[in-house]
């Protein structure tokens, strides 16, 4: 049955089978530590990704990519992908729109591989971009200590080795599963 308070947050009489109470079991949102790192990175992601796009009609994607090119000369697609932790398409994409762009420059080679390089443009660009990253950079760490920096960063490096090591066995699970599935 429905209640008052939620036939008239929507306007209608929600169907007879709905669960219209708040379950007993649930998240606390203030205090579930992946919805808040969630928040901030979307945030922080959303403040970059329009500033790029309003100053060089570029997104955050791209500007990852020649970050990482910046970082790392040379590197193929797949190795910015792994580098970033992002899917080869939306490197792939990326690329594709930084090289109309003449922003990087793609070489021969071996076994067809593709190394990319940032050019002269490229690198101004990188330089250009830098400080809207690192704007979200000063954003976070306002109101924080240099100790309590550096034990911020600690924590999340701790984090993610924890969730790659997490992300191997679920790979290595899931392989055996599918591995035993092809045997039945």
């Given at each position: 049955?429905?209640?008052?308070r939620?036939?008239?947050a929507?306007g209608?009489?929600?169907?007879?089978?709905?669960?219209?109470?708040?379950?007993?079991?649930v998240?606390?949102?203030?205090?579930?530590?992946?919805?808040?790192?969630?928040?901030?990175?979307?945030?922080?992601?959303?403040?970059?990704?329009?500033?790029?796009?309003?100053?060089?009609?570029?997104?955050?994607n791209?500007?990852?990519?020649?970050?990482?090119l910046?970082?790392?000369?040379?590197?193929?697609?797949s190795?910015?992908?792994?580098?970033?932790v992002v899917?080869?398409?939306?490197?792939?994409k990326?690329?594709?729109?930084?090289?109309?762009r003449?922003?990087?420059?793609?070489?021969e080679g071996?076994?067809g591989?593709?190394?990319?390089?940032?050019?002269?443009?490229?690198?101004?660009?990188h330089?250009?971009?830098l400080?809207?990253?690192l704007?979200?950079?000063?954003?976070?760490?306002?109101h924080?200590t240099?100790?309590?920096?550096?034990?911020?960063?600690?924590l999340?490096?701790?984090?993610?080795?924890?969730?790659?090591?997490?992300q191997?066995?679920?790979n290595?699970s899931?392989?055996?599963?599918?591995?035993?599935?092809?045997k039945?």
């Amino acid at each position: 049955m429905a209640t008052d308070r939620n036939r008239h947050a929507h306007g209608v009489e929600p169907p007879e089978s709905a669960v219209v109470e708040p379950l007993a079991d649930v998240i606390d949102p203030d205090a579930f530590t992946p919805r808040l790192l969630a928040l901030l990175s979307n945030a922080l992601v959303w403040r970059e990704s329009h500033e790029l796009r309003r100053q060089f009609d570029l997104g955050t994607n791209e500007w990852r990519v020649i970050s990482a090119l910046a970082m790392n000369p040379g590197f193929s697609a797949s190795e910015v992908s792994e580098f970033l932790v992002v899917n080869k398409a939306i490197v792939s994409k990326s690329v594709t729109t930084l090289v109309q762009r003449g922003l990087v420059v793609l070489a021969e080679g071996a076994r067809g591989s593709r190394p990319m390089y940032l050019t002269a443009a490229g690198a101004a660009m990188h330089d250009d971009m830098l400080p809207i990253s690192l704007r979200g950079q000063e954003i976070i760490l306002a109101h924080m200590t240099p100790a309590e920096v550096t034990r911020l960063n600690a924590l999340l490096r701790k984090m993610l080795d924890e969730m790659r090591v997490l992300q191997s066995i679920d790979n290595e699970s899931w392989l055996a599963d599918a591995g035993a599935s092809r045997k039945l």
